[in-house]
């Protein structure tokens, strides 16, 4: 098992800047396809970011290229989601989450372990 807490959210003006960090534990990060999530006030939890294990796939929402950037730093045991250019739109709880066996993808069910979010806000 492999145990995820995300850092970096808070609030920014819009046109802003973020870097959100997954940290692991309890297992390697690299032996994981990660991604990202993002659930604002009443809506579902909706796809941004994936990357593989490898880092030799990388997925992305349409709302969000061009914007963020997901990366991973497999010797610090992170995944990371810079967020540049934010609007408020992009205001949810960004969640972090590994497959183990999968590659990038952005589906929910295909992932085995979720952090427990972090707030971002973007005020206009």
């Known amino acids: 098992q492999v145990q995820l807490v995300e850092s970096g959210g808070g609030l920014v003006q819009a046109g802003g800047s973020l870097r959100l960090s997954c940290a692991a534990s309890?297992?390697?990060?690299?032996?994981?396809?990660t991604g990202w999530f993002r659930q604002a006030p009443g809506k579902e939890r909706e796809f941004v970011a994936a990357i593989s294990r490898s880092g030799d796939s990388i997925v992305y929402a349409d709302s969000v290229k061009g914007r963020f950037t997901i990366s991973r730093d497999n010797a610090k045991n992170t995944v990371y989601l810079q967020m540049n250019s934010l609007k408020p739109e992009d205001t949810a709880v960004y969640y972090c989450a590994a497959d183990l066996f999968g590659i990038a993808t952005k589906f929910k069910s295909r992932y085995d372990y979720w952090g427990p979010g972090t707030q971002v806000t973007v005020s206009s």
């Open positions: 309890g297992r390697t990060l690299s032996t994981y396809a």
